[in-house]
């Protein structure tokens, strides 16, 4: 009995281990996206405020 509360603790702890590095990964594209959005989105700010300067 207590053999398999123990396995199935060390199997919790692995769980939550691969769980982290997915999350950290996943954590880590949606930055990267973000950091592209937000620079597509300052490139075309200063779009529009070029053209505005133009004008």
Same mark, same amino acid.
């Given at each position: 009995?207590? @053999? +398999?509360?123990?396995?199935?603790? %060390?199997?919790? !702890? @692995? ?5 982290? !590095?997915?999350? +950290?990964? +996943?954590? %880590? ?16 700010? @200063?779009?529009?405020?070029? %053209? !505005?300067?133009?004008?």
């Amino acid at each position: 009995m207590s @053999q +398999h509360s123990k396995s199935s603790a %060390k199997s919790d !702890k @692995q769980d939550g281990a691969v769980s982290f !590095k997915l999350l +950290h990964r +996943h954590a %880590k594209i949606c930055f990267r996206y973000l950091e592209e959005l937000f620079a597509g989105y300052r490139i075309t700010w @200063q779009l529009i405020m070029f %053209k !505005k300067v133009i004008e």
